[in-house]
């Protein structure tokens, strides 16, 4: 993560004085459970809390003592053992590094997952917004780049809210799969500790534990983590490049807002550049890049091997810190995103009425032609349109092999644009619950 794309809740999560605090966190509960079993003395677990919960951990110091041991868990545990004494003995009885490592893994990624759902809520309640605004706003619809019929605004927005509506869902279930806890020692068989303690710490954590686990918690949960952020980060991907795509200058039905003292470009001072959707394709593409070492680090050796540590200490807090800043951006752009519907109905009518050729076509087979022929009569109409910028109702009117099936005023009928539009209610009612 790099300051730039980053915002501080998030950050905090990952910091290494966070980190600490959770990895105390984990050691006192375990204390606390093993004073209820009877196995430290009560009064050495209340110490743990007292003089551990007022420690400040002194990041550098952690890291001097780590640069002698090669070792991060057991650098923190003699760090902690100056403010706590001679009861720091009985801090990780029976546990092993993994038990605080994945452990506290879990807890962050359960609180990045909260400010992610929280964003969101943001994007999705901007989306709904922008969408009722829009909901009649006629523009028209694409396949392959190329004009299809017509549809609103509203309703692709309406389109996004749902997909975002699903990677919410996704998430929910991903931070469920996440909030797991192993406190089960060396192979997971809780030779040296007491299930009951990994029960306590979990319930204490808001985690659960780990049904069962090896040295490690299995990474197929953290594999599909890892996916579902790229999946929602494909989704902030999809709608950037709809934004892009709609600001270019032969376009321009969207656009950023540009605000006041912005510039473009350093050489070109008319250019007003789609550069926030731009910058958030590329931190897309950084999100989803980090999901295939996750699912490389399923495959580990046995009870557990290292392989895994080096990849979600990079992927942990880039992740969650780039997809919450880009889910914040989206929101911001999606809020102000400047909507031009002269220039949505300009487009549609660039080549004058090409948009109504299934209309015309259903009507002459339900008035006796062949699907065959009615395409064909309606094909060739639509090719002088494109070929010589005819007016397509004019040559449809002209043609007597249409006219011989269709009467004028229903040829003029199949123009209509609310005929496109007729089903945006039903569509909303799905989509919103309400129209």
Same mark, same amino acid.
């Given at each position: 993560?790099?300051?730039r ?8 999560i ?11 966190e984990?050691e ?6 093993l ?9 050495a !677990? ?5 003089? =551990? =919960? ?10 001097e003592?780590?640069?002698v041991?090669?070792?991060?868990v057991?650098?923190?545990?003699t ?6 004494g ?19 893994f879990?807890?962050?990624?359960t609180?990045?997952s ?9 994007l999705?309640?901007a989306?709904?917004r *922008?969408?009722f ?8 619809g694409?396949?392959? =780049? ?6 609103t ?13 699903r ?9 469920e799969?996440?909030?797991t806890?192993?406190?089960? =020692? ?6 040296n ?13 808001g985690?659960k534990?780990?049904?069962v686990?090896t ?5 197929? *949960?953290?594999?599909m ?7 929602i980060?494909?989704?902030?991907e *999809? ?6 795509h ?6 321009l ?10 510039k473009?470009?350093? !050489?070109?001072?008319?250019k007003?550049?789609?550069?926030l959707?731009?910058?958030l394709?590329?931190? !897309? ?12 680090n ?6 557990r091997?290292i392989s ?21 951006r ?8 400047l ?7 300009k487009?549609m009518?660039k ?7 299934? *209309?015309?076509?259903l ?6 032609l ?8 309606v094909?060739?109409?639509a090719?002088r ?10 040559e449809?009117?002209?043609d007597?092999e249409?006219? !011989?099936?269709?009467?004028e ?5 199949k ?6 539009t ?6 909303f009612k799905?989509?919103?619950g309400e129209?």
């Amino acid at each position: 993560m790099i300051p730039r794309y980053s915002r501080p809740e998030m950050v905090a999560i990952w910091s290494p004085e966070t980190r600490f605090r959770i990895w105390f966190e984990i050691e006192a509960y375990a204390c606390d459970a093993l004073a209820e079993l009877g196995v430290i003395p009560r009064e050495a !677990a209340k110490t743990i809390w007292e003089k =551990g =919960g007022a420690a400040k951990f002194d990041v550098e110091a952690i890291d001097e003592i780590e640069r002698v041991t090669k070792h991060d868990v057991i650098a923190f545990l003699t760090h902690l053992a100056e403010f706590v004494g001679p009861d720091a003995r009985f801090i990780h009885q029976g546990m092993t590094s993994s038990d605080v490592l994945d452990t506290c893994f879990a807890v962050q990624l359960t609180r990045a997952s909260d400010i992610l759902l929280a964003d969101i809520d943001g994007l999705l309640a901007a989306l709904k917004r *922008r969408a009722f605004e829009h909901k009649d706003t006629v523009t028209i619809g694409r396949s392959h =780049g190329i004009h299809a019929e017509p549809t609103t605004f509203g309703v692709k927005l309406a389109q996004a809210y749902a997909e975002f509506s699903r990677c919410r869902e996704r998430l929910v279930h991903a931070r469920e799969d996440i909030a797991t806890c192993a406190i089960s =020692g060396a192979v997971g068989t809780f030779a040296n500790i007491d299930p009951y303690v990994e029960e306590h710490v979990a319930a204490k954590l808001g985690l659960k534990p780990e049904p069962v686990s090896t040295q490690v918690i299995p990474r197929d *949960r953290h594999a599909m983590f890892f996916a579902t952020l790229g999946v929602i980060a494909s989704s902030v991907e *999809r709608l950037s490049i709809e934004i892009r795509h709609l600001q270019r200058t032969e376009v321009l039905e969207a656009e950023e807002y540009f605000s006041p003292g912005q510039k473009g470009s350093s !050489a070109m001072p008319h250019k007003r550049n789609p550069v926030l959707t731009e910058n958030l394709t590329g931190l !897309a593409r950084m999100v989803r890049s980090m999901a295939l070492p996750a699912m490389e680090n399923v495959a580990l050796w046995h009870e557990r091997d290292i392989s895994h540590s080096s990849v979600e200490r990079m992927i942990g807090p880039d992740a969650t810190v780039t997809l919450d800043f880009a889910l914040s951006r989206l929101t911001g752009v999606v809020d102000k995103l400047l909507v031009y519907p002269d220039n949505m109905l300009k487009n549609m009518n660039k080549f004058r009425g090409l948009v109504h050729s299934q *209309r015309v076509m259903l009507a002459l087979t339900q008035a006796g032609l062949s699907r065959e022929d009615s395409y064909r009569l309606v094909q060739r109409n639509a090719m002088r349109v494109w070929e010589q910028g005819a007016d397509f109702l004019e040559e449809l009117l002209a043609d007597k092999e249409v006219t !011989a099936a269709l009467p004028e005023a229903e040829i003029r009928e199949k123009f209509d644009l609310g005929y496109h539009t007729k089903h945006v209610d039903t569509i909303f009612k799905r989509v919103f619950g309400e129209a």
